[in-house]
């Protein structure tokens, strides 16, 4: 596929849920039981239940991807061969990932565990940058919570399965399971889950007990247990060490990357018992170890993980790994903690480590780039803080000299991990133009950078691409060019299938024809942007977008339509209320103002995660809204300004900061893009690793 044909040609049918009308829905208020107390089902459901019940034995040991599915997948792919063929015929893509045998293990470790997709830069993004990259495997996952909406009802009407050993489901096969209640649910059919705890909670059910759909019996959950621990009994693999075979190291990863935590932390705790057993080296422990941290970081265990972090610190012998672990250190307090102050202390502990070599080599110097690369993330959190012009200005031009000193290190250097890291800086570089207002001068560095991938034709870089692009031209105010912009990435992405961008950017093309003032495209795109929500069981976008579509209708002065009038009832209804009395369009800009009704300008990248299907939460702060000056919310009856040479905002930066990054910089200009990246690896990075943005 070509980029010509990527950016005007590629035109996907609409999908049906665009072409139903529908768009009233109220989010599942039931569907799954968690019960610590073994007790009888008519007790705990009533007896209405007892016929219904669908008993699914527990998984193995050791939380291995996909373990619970498994167990149902047993009971459940027999009835449909027999009842529903048609089924899996219709879902033979998912259904073949979801039956496909354990990865292969050349490292003979036996452990590499159950396959499962998720791509190589995935996996080292996560454990590189400490980051979320969810939303390639929310994909997979919502699929296969539609195949289980489709096939289960082969086990009968009114379904309700008992989970035993819940407390053993690994967080991939929850994951799918209670999308799969959503859905069922969405679509006005009965699907209840009791799961039955064998020993201890674990922190994902812990944080599973709070949502909506979930209730737990009066018993209460018990305590979390620490999974790392210690090995799970019968979990054994092959001591690893340094320079050996990558697998282990390979399959940790894969297990950070996916989420599965309980998978990682057993996996870490085994190879660390295996390690020490054989007297391994203290480097050896130092990088599992390294590994517990950022599986206990992405779970909120930010103490426990700096505490790991150091005594990682402690047994680590050669100067490359100390770096790399004061890097991590040093990211995750500015990440997690907020304390640009302690990370500048570990980042230069990291630098002093690499400066003791006395002929650094190809690690060290990539080391070295990630760690500048550190603290220009924190000069830049600093410059957005302060309120004083004259220090932004000096913050802000130590970001891009940090940045380029970390070009001209890697610049001519060979080999896939350079380039990675070349490609991240050149997108970091874009997204500090864009922060001190250079909207057009990162707009054509981007273009520049992004050659390389975009000239592979692979169509999910175009995505990220044109969005990048379309925000750069929004926040400029140049209207026309970025509805132009995210129309050619809503074209890729509906090619794609990509539901979760694609409600993503819709609402951005709505928000973009908002802000040049056509509201029939905007109540359009808000419109196709809420459905995609529905779909999608995503209640925090679906109230977003329906607000746009009520404020697109309201400022256009245009009727609503049953469907609309049916959602508003149930998510704004007094707005609702307001618009059946007659009220004319300053009265119901009142009312939708009263309700909250707000709606996202568009951040300035598509998000790696989607909180509403991995189930881990959000963090308190959003580091690239924070960064770029963009709000999260905006009410759009008040004018807004638009965003020239740093000022104004949809994104929410005073005129004093925009007056003081607007001059930031200038004494450098980004090099040129094609000696920056050089020709493209043989695999080339994913594009949640691509978008600008903190790293």
Request: glycine residues 10%; aromatic residues 6%.
């Amino acid at each position: 596929m070509t980029a010509d044909s990527l950016t005007a040609d590629a035109v996907a049918s609409r999908p049906a849920w665009l072409q139903d009308p529908t768009l009233a829905w109220r989010p599942a208020a039931r569907g799954v039981v968690l019960c610590a107390r073994h007790h009888g089902l008519a007790e705990c459901l009533g007896p209405q239940t007892v016929d219904a019940a669908v008993d699914i034995g527990p998984p193995g040991i050791g939380y291995d991807h996909l373990c619970g599915l498994q167990e149902l997948l047993a009971v459940l792919l027999p009835a449909v061969r027999a009842t529903r063929p048609e089924v899996l015929e219709q879902h033979a893509d998912v259904v073949g990932l979801l039956t496909r045998q354990e990865a292969p293990d050349p490292g003979g470790t036996g452990h590499r565990g159950r396959f499962v997709p998720v791509s190589e830069t995935a996996s080292l993004g996560t454990t590189r940058r400490i980051s979320r990259e969810s939303h390639t495997t929310a994909g997979w996952i919502d699929r296969a919570a539609r195949f289980l909406v489709d096939a289960l009802p082969s086990l009968g009407d009114r379904l309700v399965l008992v989970l035993n050993g819940f407390d053993h489901w690994d967080r991939i096969s929850v994951r799918i399971l209670y999308r799969t209640v959503l859905i069922a649910d969405q679509q006005g059919r009965s699907i209840t889950v009791r799961g039955l705890l064998r020993d201890a909670g674990t922190l994902f059910l812990e944080r599973l007990s709070r949502l909506r759909a979930v209730r737990v019996c009066a018993s209460g959950l018990p305590p979390a247990a620490e999974a790392s621990g210690g090995a799970s009994p019968g979990l054994v693999v092959e001591a690893w060490r340094t320079g050996g075979h990558a697998g282990p190291l390979r399959a940790i990863g894969d297990a950070i990357a996916l989420q599965n935590f309980e998978r990682a932390d057993l996996l870490i705790a085994a190879h660390l018992e295996a390690v020490a057993a054989e007297g391994g080296r203290a480097d050896d422990l130092a990088d599992l170890i390294r590994l517990q941290a950022i599986s206990e970081a992405q779970t909120g265990r930010v103490d426990s993980a700096v505490a790991k972090l150091e005594r990682s610190l402690e047994l680590a012998e050669k100067p490359e790994l100390r770096a790399h672990l004061n890097y991590l250190t040093a990211l995750l307090v500015t990440k997690r903690k907020d304390d640009t102050e302690t990370a500048r202390t570990y980042y230069l502990r990291g630098l002093a480590c690499l400066d003791a070599l006395g002929t650094p080599g190809v690690d060290a110097q990539v080391e070295k780039a990630w760690i500048l690369n550190g603290l220009a993330l924190g000069a830049a959190i600093d410059a957005r803080r302060t309120d004083d012009a004259e220090k932004r200005d000096l913050l802000f031009q130590e970001a891009f000299e940090l940045e380029f000193k970390a070009f001209r290190m890697v610049r001519e250097m060979p080999g896939d991990s350079a380039f990675y890291l070349r490609y991240n800086l050149s997108h970091n570089l874009a997204f500090l133009l864009q922060i001190t207002g250079r909207h057009q001068q990162a707009e054509n560095f981007l273009r520049s950078v992004s050659a390389t991938m975009l000239g592979t034709g692979r169509p999910e870089f175009f995505v990220p691409h044109h969005y990048a692009i379309a925000v750069l031209q929004l926040r400029r105010g140049s209207h026309e060019q970025a509805a132009a912009s995210f129309g050619a990435a809503i074209r890729v992405a509906g090619a794609l299938r990509d539901p979760f961008h694609l409600e993503k950017l819709l609402a951005a093309a709505g928000y973009t024809d908002l802000r040049r003032g056509d509201h029939a495209g905007a109540a359009r795109h808000y419109r196709d942007a809420a459905r995609t929500a529905r779909r999608l069981c995503d209640e925090s976008a679906f109230a977003q977008d329906l607000a746009g579509l009520l404020w697109a209708l309201t400022l256009g002065g245009s009727r609503w339509d049953r469907h609309t009038l049916t959602a508003a009832r149930v998510w704004y209804p007094e707005v609702a209320g307001a618009y059946d009395r007659g009220l004319g369009r300053a009265e119901l800009a009142e009312a939708l103002t009263r309700a909250g009704a707000e709606i996202a300008p568009p951040s300035s990248k598509l998000p790696s995660y989607l909180a509403a299907v991995d189930l881990e939460g959000v963090p308190d702060r959003d580091l690239n809204r924070f960064l770029a000056g963009i709000r999260s919310q905006e009410n759009p009856s008040r004018p807004v300004t638009e965003e020239r040479g740093g000022t104004g905002a949809s994104g929410g930066a005073n005129t004093a900061a925009a007056k003081g990054t607007s001059e930031a910089g200038r004494t450098q200009e980004p090099p040129e893009p094609r000696a920056v990246l050089g020709s493209a690896p043989q695999a080339t990075p994913s594009p949640a690793a691509a978008g600008g943005g903190p790293r």
